[in-house]
């Protein structure tokens, strides 16, 4: 079946320090990969999003780049800070339905003040 | 703009019982997906419901269902609950049959006994 591998599995970086976090998809036909923050106890937020007609996007510290030849995506935070600490999930659209996505195993990302 | 709400928050049931969860869409958002988050799983799609109709399916047993009314609101119901079936269910809603982006509720946390 459809699956992503996300890695690695637990990352912490100093703040201001920056983070990746990488994701590698199985299926070709999907065209949109979305990224979630889950803090503790709190529903997943969208924090960012790409589709597969573009290669990059950036929205203040975060961007997301992806490579559709390699089936691979990655999600970027500059200058961290404690408060992005968190669990970080990458997914993509199972192709037919934009709205049917396959999440990662997830990132719990530590950001040490 | 309300975020998408869910009730109950909080669920205890015991094994061989049924359960009803309700999810209210963002206002506008015609579209609703439901998850199912484990530790040991992660975050699997269940089923997705526009206009009243599902569109798609994961891959869960029968005694998961669903349905939309006409004012988007959804609801899930699992039957015959199992242990296993303990997790946060979460539903997340989006814009129309093309809206690509999903926005999340708090989800309810369900406890079977």
């Known amino acids: 079946g459809e699956n992503v591998e996300q890695h690695p599995s637990t990352l912490s970086v100093q703040e201001g320090d920056s983070a990746v976090i990488k994701c590698t998809y199985s299926?070709?036909?999907?065209?949109?990969f979305p990224w979630y923050k889950q803090e503790l106890g709190k529903r997943p937020q969208l924090i960012i999003d790409?589709?597969?007609?573009?290669g990059e996007k950036k929205d203040q510290r975060i961007a997301v780049t992806l490579n559709k030849t390699a089936k691979h995506f990655s999600l970027h935070i500059t200058e961290t800070q404690p408060e992005d600490s968190a669990v970080y999930f990458c997914?993509?659209?199972?192709?037919?339905?934009?709205?049917?996505?396959?999440f990662g195993s997830g990132t719990q990302l530590t950001v040490l003040p | 703009k309300a975020g998408v709400t869910q009730t109950p928050r909080y669920l205890i049931k015991t094994r061989g019982q049924q359960v009803t969860l309700s999810c209210s869409p963002i206002?506008?958002?015609?579209?609703v997906s439901w998850y199912q988050q484990t530790p040991g799983q992660g975050l699997q799609f269940l089923f997705e419901?526009?206009?009243?109709?599902?569109?798609n399916k994961g891959n869960f047993p029968g005694r998961f269902s669903g349905r939309q009314f006409s004012n988007s609101r959804s609801e899930m119901n699992v039957s015959t609950l199992e242990l296993g079936d303990s997790a946060l269910y979460l539903c997340?809603?989006?814009?129309?049959?093309?809206?690509?982006?999903?926005?999340f509720g708090p989800g309810t946390r369900l406890t079977v006994t």
């Open positions: 997914a993509f659209s199972s192709s037919g339905s934009a709205r049917q996505l396959t």
């Open positions: 419901y526009f206009s009243e109709t599902q569109r």
């Open positions: 299926d070709s036909a999907s065209n949109y």
């Open positions: 206002s506008g958002h015609r579209s």
């Open positions: 997340a809603s989006s814009l129309a049959l093309q809206g690509y982006e999903q926005y």
């Open positions: 790409i589709r597969s007609n573009v």
